[in-house]
């Protein structure tokens, strides 16, 4: 089933520890649409300026991601530079140029309608709320947010969880949303505020599942953890959460049912995705896969997690 | 088969925001040889004090603890007090009495030679090295140590090193012993220093255990992740990490072969122990506990962990 994506698609400029690029290709939209990309239909609603040319438009294409719902406008794309020199964990940003994206109004392409799962990226949830409201009938709906949007906009963002299915945020981001320290604290607050679904990344220790918390505590729920890949060599983790979110969403999407089974198996895909985005700069990585590295990459996972 | 320990029995004074205990009974020795009782028969090394009474001596006995190696000394037990106040993952050291421990000489009575495996908990590593030389037949050692040992007794702790076939630390002491902030590339340099397996320990994200990695970079070795519980109210820290290591060694003393899914296996039980200890004050939780409730929280944590 096809997946509409709505975020950013951005130039990064980064530095870490193995090296810098300028002017990468990057945006939450389009490593989340490389990464699912390899497990289902892809769409995206985004909008760059004039310098994204034909070599941007290249990336999507050869992965048959459908770009016709990134809207053109005069100016420059959005751009991001930041380094990781003090920690691989957290990026330090220097320029945040918002040009064209801080008049961003999206608009749905007639032929993304039929798409039957939206994910919303990091993006202001006022647009977030916006793209949910104009496709009432998708089947499942996911997103992303920061601690930017949760310090600042609260508001706005309470109104998108109350139309999520499945939240993914960092631990952090999830402290901060429910203002508690407790990681299950803070969980069942969160999805007392609508998701059904909240996925916790955890950074280099992987990433927890929860699911059917209750505001309350008079049920347990259940969680699933995957794990990280033990990396020795992490090159530039900028995108991974993204990518994660892709492999995790974009194999959703492509299973028949979305069951409990389905949902562990798409941690792990998301765990897997996100560690290959740290391998090499931007989207190196993400661009030039085979489904058989990625489910090397699944069993390798299974090998570091199962008993037998 | 028969685990000896040498380590701290001491009183620990803990605030936590759960509330204050005083002078509950504590130390390395004691959290390790409690948890490993559930798996085999362990024997204890330390010194405590006058202040060591019947009440402290019971403990150890209803979990059929060996406590003929507890040497008692003229003059108090060791004692740390310490706070959790502003964060559960690291505690904050208001007292440390050594008392009788200052003058400590572990002396390992007949009776103790016969045991195949061997836990040097975290005390200097002078004492950790003599004991190691007074056992020479042990089938496995194990061990632990702490900052303070690796950043000023280093010389010290690299003879120890030596003589380990598993260390058990976390991963701050892990990255400090070796230099490096990578965690792979830091287990490759504890490596080189002898342990054939290294635990690290994560705290609230679990633990991984190494096998293998060469220090060079020729072989990937193999690794294993064991989470942690996700506990909703943790309550005292204290003893955690070597509850972790008594489950881990006890379980492993307990099987007829230290066989790769037995190591795996290990990495569940002490990951399970830990939690259980996080769950009460001091060693409230250790002492009565069933082998009944440690196996239905290993299937927990393979429901927690396994795809299906």
């Known amino acids: 089933m096809a997946i509409t994506v709505v975020g950013s698609v951005a130039f990064d400029s980064i530095e870490t520890p193995a090296g810098r690029r300028e002017r990468c290709l990057g945006g939450a939209a389009t490593y ?153 604290q803070a969980a069942r607050a969160v999805m007392a505020l609508g998701p059904k679904e909240l996925v916790v990344k955890h950074g280099e220790y992987g990433a927890t599942l929860f699911h059917g918390l209750s505001p309350k505590g008079e049920s347990a729920g259940s969680a699933f953890r995957a794990p990280a890949m033990l990396l020795e060599d992490v090159i530039d983790p900028t995108g991974a959460g993204d990518s994660f979110a892709g492999g995790f969403f974009g194999y959703l999407a492509s299973q028949p049912e979305q069951s409990p089974a389905a949902y562990r198996r798409a941690m792990f895909y998301g765990s897997v995705m996100g560690s290959f985005t740290c391998e090499r700069f931007g989207t190196e990585r993400m661009q030039k896969l085979t489904r058989e590295e990625i489910d090397e990459r699944f069993n390798l996972f299974r090998e570091l997690t199962h008993l037998a």
Chains 1, 2 share one sequence.
């Open 32 to 184: 989340f649409s490389l990464a699912a990309s390899y497990f289902t239909d892809v769409r995206v609603i985004a909008v760059v300026g004039e310098d994204f040319g034909r070599r941007q438009e290249a990336v999507f294409q050869a992965r048959n991601i459908d770009t016709r719902g990134i809207e053109r406008a005069a100016g420059k794309s959005f751009f991001w530079e930041g380094s990781y020199l003090d920690s691989l964990n957290e990026a330090k940003t220097h320029i945040t140029d918002l040009n064209v994206f801080a008049s961003f109004e999206p608009k749905i392409p007639d032929f993304y309608r039929d798409s039957e799962f939206l994910f919303l990226a990091n993006i202001d949830p006022v647009l977030q709320r916006r793209v949910r409201e104009a496709m009432p009938d998708v089947k499942l709906v996911a997103g992303d947010t920061m601690n930017y949007w949760i310090k600042d906009h609260r508001a706005a963002l309470l109104e998108v969880l109350k139309g999520l299915d499945i939240l993914l945020i960092n631990d952090t981001e999830t402290k901060m949303l429910a203002g508690n320290n407790n990681l299950v």
